[in-house]
Structure formats: C-alpha cells, structure tokens
C-alpha cells in the first residue's frame, strides 16, 4: 500500500509565499510523474503542476511565473513553491503520483489534501 502524506497549507494573504510538501510512503519499484492539483470551492480539480522523476516541469498557465514544482527522488518526495499568491489561489491542495509497484503496473496515488487560503 502507498500513501502520500501532504503538509504545508495554511492561510496567507495576498502576495506571499507557501511551501507544500508532499512525501509517499510504503512498497513500490518507482515512481513516475508526480504532480499537484487543486480544487476550489464549486469548481471542478485542476491540474497545478507537474514533474516527470528526469526533473522536466509543466504548469498551468495561471501559476506560471509564481509557482515552482520539485522533487526529491530519494525522499520520494514532492513540492509546490507558491510566491505571489492571489485570492484565486485559495483551494484545497492535492497531491498525485504515479506509482509503479511490484505487479509491474503504474497506479495513480492522492494525498489527503492541505488547504490553501489566500486573503485579499
């Protein structure tokens, strides 16, 4: 069993910085792309940013700029560097990876979530 365990949401206001980590845990080969996603209130979840285990990073164009996605293959460990938060920031944080365990299949994992709030 694999479990991501999230840490690092909290509330901030406008124009400041918070750090998410996220590390997985259990039995397992490897694991393959790591991202984050998130979901505000009435809204269906995103996709925020994403990292491949080489280090190449994708994101969505509304964090570009602002928000820096990393990874520590030896922690089997993600993060989400968010500065220059803005209210629309503000969503519950998830956590994701792609995990390729001992039945030579790749299975998708989630965090539990850690909540961001941004005041204005």
């Known amino acids: 069993q694999v479990q991501l365990v999230e840490s690092g949401g909290g509330l901030v206001q406008a124009g400041g910085s918070l750090r998410l980590s996220c590390a997985a845990s259990g039995s397992f080969l490897r694991i393959n792309d790591m991202a984050w996603y998130r979901q505000a209130p009435g809204k269906q979840r995103e996709l925020v940013a994403t990292v491949t285990s080489g280090g190449s990073t994708n994101y969505a164009d509304s964090v570009k700029g602002r928000f820096t996605i990393s990874r520590d293959n030896a922690k089997n460990a993600v993060y989400l560097q968010m500065n220059s938060l803005k209210p629309e920031d503000t969503a519950v944080y998830y956590c994701?990876?792609?995990?390729?365990?001992?039945?030579?299949?790749?299975?998708?994992?989630w965090g539990q979530g850690t909540q961001v709030t941004v005041s204005s």
């Open positions: 994701n990876a792609a995990v390729f365990g001992w039945k030579l299949t790749t299975r998708d994992y």
